[in-house]
């Protein structure tokens, strides 16, 4: 009996060429022969959406796994089985505690941390260190990236922003420390460029493999014809051609050696990142993209998205709502504004079904990335109207790698803490922390 041999790679394993480091997505060549799969890797993301919901629109039809999801939800149905919807929550941190106007400064800089900023609009910055940064702390330390943080508008660390709040609040959601925020990066080349190296050097050598293949498919051809040719001749001609097809196998076999020195395969470039003029639709699927190929070739497990810094007043004018964002989220209960704010969240929780999706059809050992992977989709405010931080819109998608999976509608004790929620996800991410800024329990994600 011959000995199973069978290639086993390091989960992270690269694709070395020079000084070129190319990170893998899973493959079944990391699996050991007859071995069982490593444990499945859960990754986290948080994203942030400013200015509150129309919450008459957010809210599902029905409590618990029946649930419905519509009106704005309604892109997320198809995926109900892995969303669960949580009413109820709250953000302390998000309320004024004496300091007057500043609820969208606020409500940035507390989505994570679930703590006060203190009001300044100098360098004495003091909120929290983020739920993110928590995990990452303890999750990415052997990671290329601990975490990755990306948004649609850049902003300012300096100067105020929001009613005496610096726009440090505004502009981030992650915060290393109580006085130090990550910085995040609104640019999806950057991005690429620092996750997996500049993308135009990706693309010339996606060009030069492009090419290596046309030359094979000719050989491909060749093989096709000499098939058709061998029905029609004799035994003799027939063991020539054989030996003919051998050589050619053995040519494309020399070329498919070679392509792999000299290119190799890299992480793919998304489809317009290199593009210019993006407009706010293409620039945020971009960032999803990113996101879903940060975590299928575990550059990193934990990441930040900002829809837009806290206030945004963004037009959405390829909605047909040139008003913008946070003007809208003023309503006053007006028909007309409510309309073009729905216009907004349902555009927002479209593209985030298009990524869930994406996660769900990458495969990821013996699951899918999104059954490895959970999602939380917020906002620091429920109303726009009226700037209130509790019954906030929020959900979780994903399975964390069998930690969670979907309760439909939940519907919580009133007044929460969103810290309850936060907390559930970093113990599912491994972190072993008995509380977390005002937590008061831990909410069961399954």
């Known amino acids: 009996m011959h000995p199973i041999r069978r290639l086993a790679l390091d989960r992270r394993a ?9 990170a893998l997505p899973w493959l079944d060549a990391m699996q050991p022969a007859l071995g069982r799969p490593p444990a499945a890797v859960a990754r986290c993301l948080f994203v942030f959406s400013p200015n509150g ?7 599902p039809n029905g409590k618990g796994a029946g649930a419905e999801l519509v009106h704005t939800l309604a892109p997320l149905q198809p995926l109900r089985d892995r969303v669960t919807v949580w009413s109820g929550l709250a953000i302390d941190g998000g309320r004024p505690h004496g300091d007057g106007p500043g609820d969208h400064a606020r409500a940035a800089a507390s989505f994570l941390t679930c703590a006060h900023p203190r009001k300044t609009g100098g360098a004495d910055l003091r909120v929290g260190v983020s739920i993110d940064q928590v995990i990452a702390a303890e999750v990415g330390r052997d990671l290329p990236f601990a975490s990755l943080e990306v948004g649609l508008e850049r902003g300012t660390a300096a100067g105020i922003c929001d009613s005496g709040y610096s726009c440090a609040y505004s502009n981030n959601i992650s915060w290393r420390a109580a006085d130090t925020p990550v910085t995040k990066e609104a640019e999806p080349r950057a991005v690429f460029a620092r996750l997996f190296g500049d993308p135009g050097r990706a693309l010339d050598r996606r060009a030069a493999l492009d090419e290596q293949r046309r030359h094979r498919s000719l050989l491909d051809l060749v093989q096709a014809d000499a098939a058709a040719l061998a029905q029609r001749l004799g035994a003799g001609d027939r063991h020539k051609l054989d030996q003919y097809l051998q050589s050619v196998r053995e040519l494309e076999q020399r070329l498919q050696r070679l392509e792999g020195e000299a290119v190799g395969d890299s992480t793919p470039v998304p489809t317009g990142l290199l593009d210019s003029g993006q407009g706010y639709a293409e620039k945020l699927a971009l960032h999803y993209e990113l996101i879903a190929l940060a975590f299928a070739t575990g550059r990193t497990r934990v990441a930040t998205l900002m829809l837009g810094n806290g206030g945004s007043n963004r037009s959405y004018k390829f909605l047909d709502v040139p008003e913008g964002h946070h003007d809208l989220s003023h309503h006053g209960k007006s028909f007309e504004k409510l309309a073009a704010l729905a216009k907004i969240n349902e555009f927002q929780i479209k593209q985030l079904a298009t990524f869930l999706k994406r996660l769900r059809e990458q495969a990821d050992g013996d699951a899918d990335l999104l059954a490895n992977s959970l999602v939380l989709f917020g906002c620091g405010i429920g109303d726009g109207d009226r700037h209130n931080h509790d019954d906030l819109p929020v959900l979780l998608a994903g399975g964390g790698a069998g930690a969670a999976k979907s309760r439909g509608h939940v519907v919580l004790t009133k007044e929460t803490p969103m810290a309850n929620l936060h907390l559930a996800i970093a113990r ?4 072993q922390a008995e ?12």
């Open 53 to 59: 919901m129309h919450m008459e629109r957010w809210r």
């Open 428 to 431: 599912a991410m491994g972190v």
């Open 14 to 22: 690269f694709l070395r060429g020079g000084a070129a480091c190319l």
């Open 435 to 446: 509380r977390f800024a005002d937590s008061n329990g831990v909410l069961a994600l399954s």
